[in-house]
Structure formats: C-alpha cells, structure tokens
C-alpha cells in the first residue's frame, strides 16, 4: 500500500472521530432542552393546581358570606314578624325566612363538598411540588454531565484535529483535494477492495483496475463512487475462504446428556470416535473406529453424570456435535451409518478450521462442577 494512501486511511479515521465528536457535543444541549421542557409542564401543572386551590377558598370566602348575609336577613324577618298586623303578612315573612334556610342549607352542602376535594387538590399540588424537585435535580445532574461531557469532547477534538494535521501534511495536495471533495458528497472519501469489488458503493471492478489497486504502486479511483481504493491482503484472504468454514461452528450444549469426542489415540485402535451418554443416572461409552465406524470392544457402563463417569475419555479430546438417542443407537449394531459417520467428520473438520483461526477454542477438560453453573 502507498504509504500516501495509509496516511489517507488514518486521516478518514480521524475525520470520522471528529465528525463523531462534533455531533455529540451538538447533541447534548438538545438531551438537556428535552427536560427543560418537561420540567416547564411540571411547573404549568403545580400552578394550575395551586391556582384551583385559590379558586376553592375563593369560592368557600363567597358561600360563607351568603350564609352570612342570609342570618342576617332571617333574623330581620323574625324582628319584622313581631309587628306584623294581618296573618298574611306573617305567612309571608314566614315564607322568606324558610326560602333563606333552604339557601343556607344549599351552601353548606357546597361548602361541604370543597372540603372533600381540598384533600384531592392537596394531593395534586404536594405531588406536583415533589415532581418539580426532582426533575429540577435530574436537569442539573445532566447539565453537569452534559459541562462535563463537552469539556471532555472539546479537549479530544484538539487532539484530533492535532493528527488530521499530522495526516494532511503526509498527503500530496491533489490526492488530499479529491478525497476531500469526495468525502463531501459521499461521507467518506476512501474504500476498501475486496473480492474484486469497491466495499464502499459495492461495484465491480474491471479487471485492470483490480489489478491496480492489489500492486498497491499507483493510485486508483473508483470509477463508480470516486473513492480512492485500497487493498488489504488479510481481509482478502478470509474473504477467499469457503463460505461454510467462515460461518460459525454450531457449538454443543455444554449440559447436554450426550457427547460425542475425537480422540487422535486410543489404544492400539488409533483415531476414533467416542460417544458418552447418560442415562437416568448412568453412563455408557462407545468407541467407534474413526474411518470405518466399525463399534469398537464392548460399551462400557458407569454410575454418574458422564463427566464424572469418563474424565479420562474429555481430556484432550474435541468435542463434537451429534445427538443420537440410545434406542437409536441400539438399531446400528456393530457399525453407525454412513450418514453419522459423515455428519461426525465434518464436524471435525469444522472443528480443527475453528481451532486454527481462533486459537482460544480449546479441547473439552473435564469438570466436576455441576451443569448449569459451569459457564460462570
Ligand atoms: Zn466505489
């Protein structure tokens, strides 16, 4: 690779870094704006409690000046009957001074009643207070967070806008306007070739161009997206890789009743294969010939979960999947089907490609700890 086209590809990692950055640090007024907000709802909805609040003494004062004024006008009545000359004059006054009771009943009743909602109305302004207190602590919590979030940003953004400087200077001025142009319009101004495609857009080359950009001499454009291209041999290489050994090995289930090994030696038989199996409390083990799937001796009986039963028979063996029930079992006789045989090699297969490329996959050691725990 040019070593113009590697300063390119740190300088799009420090673009990105910086855009990243910038974005965040635009992003935080608007998470502290978010609460602003709902705090400014909590104050609307304490006030308008309080509000209703005042509204209900307000109408209470005005029931109990009715009621006020009422006695007033009752005991008036009562002085006035005493002078009354005609009986009809003194039912009438009798008359207003029942109107006036049944007006001062009316009033208590409503003055009742807001004594029973006061309790309600209580309880929505100590709610709405302890809403507002809260929320009033939760924004400045964030906005201290947010304070700190940008100082942190700002400090990494000199940083890297220190290294796009460094990056900028080891690129030539034509190469460096391009991939700025670029990276304009398309958000990124440089991609990867793989697989005899630009990944960015995910064009096919033409052969020359391919060409081109694996020598790693000249500089190469992508005649579709305009990116400069890149080549990187690792990433090819697993990209040649089959498709079947780049997917993911189904693993077995580390608490299953059944297992199945390889074993490189066993005795004087050689390769074989072994399958462990439990059963309500016992364990069986077979050995089958790796190569002809022939059953080899006889199957072997043990009390206990098969771990415990056969150390010997996990340590330094792969674990393989396959799952075959023991009346099945019964049925193959001296010798497992083809089919069995085969599925065992490719598992195998897939098994040491696994080993090879992720060298922390290692073979199965035995263990007393009970299943279930035995992830942790
Ligand atoms: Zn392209």
Redesign the pocket.
Known sequence: MLPEIENLLHLQDADKEIRRLQEEVAELPKRVAVIEHKLAATKLKLERAQAAVKADEASRRKYETTITDLRGKISKYRDQSLAVKTNEQYKALLQEIQFAEKEIAENEDKILELMVNADARDKEVKAAQSDLKAEAAEIEKQKEQARQRTAEDEKQLVEWRAKRDTMRAGVSEDLLRHYERVSKFRGSGI?EVRDHK?M??Q?MLRPQTYNDVRTGQQMVV?D????VLYFNPANEMQALEPEHKRSRRHHPKIDAHQAWYYRAEFGDAGEVFLCLNEVRGQSSRRVFDMSTGRLLGDILIREGDFRQAFPEEITGSIRLNGNWSEAEMETWGTEMPMTALDSLHSDLEAARYEMTARPSAKTEVPSNVPTGQAAS
């Open positions: 991609s630009c960015a857009c064009v992508c579709s997206c305009q990116r």
